[in-house]
């Protein structure tokens, strides 16, 4: 008698394993197609579909046999394995022979409640519950799936509100952004309509001036001219005068040679209202924020614009136009209003902020302080120094 060695007998083993695997992989998967064979039945499903099914089944079924059949010639199964074979082959005869009364239509058309009612018989057999699963744990699991589901859609609600608010509250900054900026936007187009009707009033205002002073200027021109006349007519009358006397031609001789003099300073000074009337015009410079350079842009500004004749809103037009960097940032407010308040206050702000005496004594000295240092050889730097 043949005794298999201890490696014959591991390598038996290892193939029994893996033919029991093998079964039992081929049992889930028939059990799938069972579960899933019934869930397909619920529906108004078309008879090709219904003989499909047969067909997978049956074929899932047999797989399922022909390895229990195998491993059954080689060793005895257990209980729990054969209880599973037995109940994978009534499971199909039961579902095979529902299929089949529902393909001949001995029940009439399709009623959804009497084929679930019908597929609830299959769950009477105990064979049946490791398949299917009984009904109680069906719907406790249902329940316990509701109760998740409404907490996940408790919480999504909670989310959607938060998402719904944030959203609310970014449309409203949105919204009050887009206001701004058309308002800002339509500020700068009025004061750039401003800017130019400015302009041109002021050409026109200097156009007029130097008519004005042309006309006066040819006015003059021809009042003299009248006046030279005149004395030319009288001196030919006193000339001609046998009572005329020396004395009185001489007098009129001086008149004449004083108006002769006079008509060549009118030119001169009509030529000189034209030539100052042609070269650019004067402007303050532009302030900074730089305290040494304050008392400058004062008297400049005072002197160029301030002192004319020229309303609030101008003022403030071209107290913005000249300035810039923190300067313009100090009166920001003031630019809103064009009165003559709003024109103090804002030099009233620069008064204080650039204008105080310490302000500026206090600029010259971090100035000299922070001056670059001059070497002995620097003759431009030492100069610059010296100037300042």
């Known amino acids: 008698m043949h005794v298999p060695t201890e490696i014959c007998l591991a390598y038996q083993q290892e193939e029994l394993s893996k033919k029991e695997k093998k079964i039992v992989s081929l049992y889930n998967q028939w059990k799938i197609e069972a579960r899933s064979a019934r869930e397909h039945f619920k529906s108004d499903a078309l008879g090709t579909q ?15 046999l022909s390895a229990y059949k195998d491993f ?38 399709f009623d959804g409640e009497s084929e679930r009612s019908r597929l609830r018989t299959l769950l009477d057999h105990q064979y049946a519950h490791s398949i299917f699963g009984s009904t109680v744990s069906q719907v406790s699991q249902k329940t316990s799936n509701y109760s998740s589901h409404r907490s996940v859609v408790s919480s999504l609600e909670a989310k959607r509100v938060d998402a719904a608010a944030e959203l609310a509250a970014k449309q409203a900054a ?26 041109v009033d002021l050409k026109e205002l200097e156009q007029i001036q130097a008519q004005k002073d042309l006309k006066a200027a040819q006015a003059k021109l021809e009042v003299y001219n009248q006046e030279v006349e005149r004395e030319k007519t009288n001196l030919s009358k006193d000339c001609s005068s046998i009572n005329g006397s020396e004395s ?38 532009v302030f900074v924020g730089d305290p040494i350079h ?15 004749t020229v309303s609030s809103a101008d003022k403030m037009f071209y107290l913005k136009k000249y300035e810039s960097g923190p300067a313009r940032k100090a009166l920001e407010g003031t630019f809103f209003r064009t009165d003559d ?7 009233g702000r620069l008064n204080n902020r650039y204008g105080q005496p ?14 670059s240092k001059i070497h002995p050889k620097d003759a431009i730097g030492l100069q610059t120094f010296s100037d300042f």
């Open 50 to 64: 219904l003989a499909i099914l047969i067909d997978t089944l049956e074929a899932a079924k047999n797989k399922v």
């Open 341 to 347: 308040e709003a024109y103090q206050d804002a030099w």
């Open 358 to 371: 310490f302000v500026i004594q206090k600029a010259f000295r971090e100035r000299l302080a922070s001056w």
């Open 72 to 109: 059954k010639e080689r060793v005895s199964p257990a209980i729990e394995m054969r209880r599973k074979m037995d109940a994978c082959e009534a499971v199909t005869a039961d579902i095979i022979i529902i299929i089949y009364e529902r393909i001949t239509g001995l029940d009439g058309d």
């Open 174 to 199: 949105y919204n009050e952004y887009c206001e701004e900026s058309k308002q800002k936007e339509k500020i700068k187009q009025l004061e750039e309509q401003h800017k130019r009707a400015l302009d």
């Open 294 to 308: 304050f008392i400058e842009f004062k008297q400049s500004f005072a002197a160029l614009i301030d002192k004319k």
């Open 248 to 285: 009185d031609f001489s007098q009129t001789n001086v008149k004449k040679q004083e108006t002769f003099q006079k008509i060549p300073l009118l030119v001169q000074a009509f030529q000189d209202g034209l030539t100052m009337s042609k070269l650019p015009m004067p402007e303050p410079p």
